[in-house]
């Protein structure tokens, strides 16, 4: 069974309706770890060793945030510029990271609409993911399509259920997946 | 001499002193100088005030001189006389060889024969310390290439007078000491068992030194009455110079020693500090007295053998510097100056002159003429220097490309003096340590000194509201003086000294509380730091946490505390003569940071809402 690491990276997470059931749907494993980045640095301090024994003992790589300015959360940059190292995790000897899967589970306020040719923000979410797709092919991962939660800004109780059961068959998917 | 005697003979050396030193510095002749004439204007052959017990009085202030020479032991930590080696030695080492040897060959050539010969080479190869490092310093010249050259050659002819001291009898022409000049309890001893004795007893205070003063000045300094730690310092110099005495070695040789092994003890500041006083005066006193039994008629009936001695002596030995200087590489200007700094004959000739007559080396006659040339000699330093500044040095330094000329030779000062090591400073002291930053540590606390000796911290005991113990552990060449005492007064008290007399010194001070900061900031401290402020947020983020906050959350909630409290700091700081404004002031100052707060754990209605809380629910 493949190990999961979830790095969570939510810098008000209490406040966070959607993000906290996506969380609370998690399949109970052994084989997924939960990594709150915020949590664990909240001085921005991060163990660079520390994250990179993490990810080596695991193959899949889930990053849980929110899109902020069609981007990541600040601390989930920080840690792309320190963890991903050269020499570790692409360029000479970089190899640690090779055939592992990337996955981004993102939440957005907007909704599918907003993110489309003709929506308000006139690209695909996927598009402005391009930067973090690009970084896992320089280190040789699996970049897999993201799971994506939109319009939490109006998502009722009734969606949100449906959302978090939708995570947890994916999640539960990516353990068995390469089970076979 | 009386009770009434002995007051009047102070009135008048003190009177002297006191009139003549401030003018002869005014003309920048330099104190010493000053002394040497005020003790002529009231010597038998002027006014007559003090007569003959100008020799005893010289003998009672030859104790300056041991004191002075307990300071330059004080002084000799082993890393800076390593870093001087080969100025000590060589430049040192060689100025005394080749002035004893060319100034013996003089006297020789003169009719002398040749073991007091020898014994006026090295008189004569010395140079004044007194003078020399009083005048340095007081231009400001000890770290210049020159300054540091005529350090080490001074310093190197102070430790030379020892063996010096111990060479003399083996001079004397009758091999016979005169039982009137010395008491020694172990005269009457072989000459085997002399050496013993003498050995013993240096080796004793050594070991007395290293292993039972440290424990006493410690209970001493526990007492915490400077009067009784003062006592104790000079009660120490006298028993040295009383039992070396004793054993017939010279007094100077033993306070030398003590020095030196008390130079690497945590006291050596305070020592330094309390000896200081004494010291300047006893040294003045010894130049008065040197000034007052000068033999002016004997230089008024031969003026000319006088000055030629006079002149004789400072051209060979100027020459002698300088050639060393230019073996050494001195820059022209810098070895000019060395050269005739140290081109007089210093104050322990007198010490020597004295010693070689009880030995029978030398002959009264003798020794009148060349006292007399001697004191002209040191007199002329100030007026040659003076002299060469006003003309040579002047044209040189225009001519002459800077170089470096702050060598590292001199020991390097710490850029940080932490004053008072309690919790507070050790914590910092011990951060600044683990990041490299060199700290000089002051405390009054005996056992807390001798620990962190242990840990290897530079840390000396003393009061650090004394301007002289600061001074001496460097304060001059300090960036920054971390104010960390615990009692507030005496807080008070180093703050004001320090930037009253040194105003560039950045000045970062600890407060207890609030009240204490509102203190140190009318005092003009621009950095001031309360001592429990960081540690009670930090523990109440951390209760934060334990009651479910998220980490980054009640991160932002301590940011926001201590911002806002500095905030106010300075806001309330205004009001606070004003008890009734204050209080309201902070009232107010306290909800809205309540309100703040809430909003921010997202506990209230969001009146100022939290960017990230706008993007995602």
């Keep these: 069974m493949p190990k999961i690491l979830i790095l969570l990276v939510h810098p008000t997470l209490e406040k966070s309706k959607a993000n906290q059931l996506l969380l609370d749907s998690l399949p109970v494993s052994e084989n997924i770890t939960l990594h709150d980045l915020y949590e664990e640095y909240p001085n921005f301090s991060i163990n660079v060793k520390a994250e990179q024994n993490l990810i080596t003992n695991h193959q899949i790589i889930i990053f849980q945030h929110p899109l902020y300015w069609y981007s990541c959360p600040p601390l989930m940059k920080l840690w792309m510029d320190l963890v991903l190292e050269d020499g570790w995790a692409y360029g000479t000897n970089g190899s640690h990271l090779s055939g592992k899967k990337w996955i981004q589970v993102i939440t957005t306020g907007g909704s599918k609409d907003a993110y489309s040719k003709h929506g308000f923000h006139g690209y695909e979410t996927e598009e402005f993911l391009l930067p973090f797709r690009r970084t896992a092919e320089l280190c040789q991962m699996d970049y897999l399509p993201p799971f994506l939660v939109q319009g939490t800004f109006q998502l009722t109780e009734l969606d949100l259920q449906k959302e978090s059961n939708r995570y947890s068959m994916f999640v539960n998917q990516l353990l068995g997946e390469s089970n076979e | 001499m009386n009770e009434v005697s002995f007051f009047i003979q102070a009135l008048i050396y003190l009177t002297s002193a006191i009139i003549v030193v401030p003018i002869a510095n005014r003309l920048g002749l330099g104190s010493v100088l000053g002394y040497l004439i005020a003790g002529i204007v009231i010597g038998p052959f002027v006014f007559g005030f003090v007569g003959t017990e100008g020799k005893d009085m010289l003998h009672f202030a030859e104790f300056g001189v041991v004191m002075m020479l307990f300071a330059i032991g004080l002084e000799l930590e082993l890393d800076l006389l390593w870093k001087l080696k080969i100025w000590l030695l060589g430049l040192g080492g060689l100025q005394i060889i080749i002035t004893t040897a060319l100034t013996a060959m003089f006297c020789y050539g003169f009719g002398f024969l040749w073991k007091p010969s020898l014994a006026l080479g090295l008189i004569m190869s010395l140079s004044s310390t007194a003078i020399v490092l009083q005048t340095l310093k007081e231009k400001g010249l000890m770290k210049t290439l020159s300054g540091q050259a005529a350090f080490s050659v001074l310093l190197f002819q102070d430790m030379a007078v020892i063996p010096i001291l111990a060479i003399f009898p083996m001079l004397s022409e009758t091999n016979e000491v005169t039982s009137s000049q010395h008491h020694s309890l172990i005269e009457h001893l072989p000459g085997y068992a002399k050496t013993l004795v003498v050995f013993s007893v240096v080796i004793g205070i050594i070991l007395v030194g290293k292993y039972l003063l440290k424990p006493v000045f410690r209970i001493l300094a526990k007492s915490g009455s400077r009067e009784i730690f003062t006592g104790a310092s000079l009660l120490l110099v006298i028993a040295i110079s009383l039992l070396m005495g004793a054993i017939g070695v010279s007094a100077a040789l033993g306070t030398f020693l003590g020095g030196v092994v008390l130079a690497s003890s945590e006291f050596r500041h305070e020592l330094e500090s309390n000896i200081e006083p004494f010291k300047g005066l006893l040294l003045g006193l010894f130049f008065l007295s040197v000034g007052a039994s000068m033999e002016i008629p004997v230089v008024m009936e031969s003026p000319t053998k006088v000055l030629g001695i006079v002149f004789g002596i400072i051209f060979l030995k100027a020459l002698v510097l300088f050639f060393l200087g230019f073996v050494f590489r001195l820059p022209l200007d810098q070895n000019l100056y060395f050269s005739l700094a140290l081109s007089q004959v210093g104050e322990f000739s007198f010490v020597l002159f004295g010693y070689s007559e009880g030995l029978g080396i030398l002959d009264e006659q003798t020794i009148v003429i060349l006292v007399a040339c001697v004191a002209v000699s040191m007199a002329l330093t100030p007026v040659l220097l003076l002299l060469y500044e006003k003309t040579i040095f002047g044209f040189l330094e225009s001519k002459i490309p800077k170089k470096q000329t702050e060598q590292d030779i001199h020991k390097q000062e710490n850029p940080v003096i932490i004053c008072g090591f309690g919790r507070f400073g050790n914590m910092l002291g011990r951060f600044l340590r683990s990041n490299g930053v060199p700290i000089t540590i002051l405390d009054f606390d005996a056992d807390r000194v001798e620990m962190l000796g242990r840990f290897g911290f530079k840390v000396y005991f003393g009061d650090a ?41 950045k000045i970062v001070a600890r407060a207890g509380d609030r009240e204490e900061a509102y203190d140190l900031k009318e005092m003009g401290v621009s950095f001031i730091y309360r001592e429990t402020r960081e540690t009670a947020v930090q523990m109440g983020k951390d209760v934060l946490k334990l009651l479910g906050t998220r980490a980054h959350t009640a991160e932002k909630a301590k940011n926001l505390f201590l911002k806002h409290d500095d905030e106010t700091f300075h806001e309330l700081f205004e009001l606070r003569q004003d008890r009734v404004q204050y209080m309201s002031l902070a009232k107010q100052r306290n909800a809205e940071l309540e309100r703040l707060m809430l909003v921010d754990l997202g506990k209230e209605d969001e009146l100022e809402r939290d960017p990230w809380s706008e993007m995602e629910r």
Excluded: C, F, M
């Design chain 2, 465 to 505: 509201t004394r301007l002289e113990l600061l001074e001496s552990a460097g304060l001059e060449h300090t960036k920054i003086l971390v104010a960390a005492l615990d009692n507030p007064e005496k807080q008070a008290e180093l703050i004001r000294n320090v930037s009253q007399h040194y105003p560039n010194i």
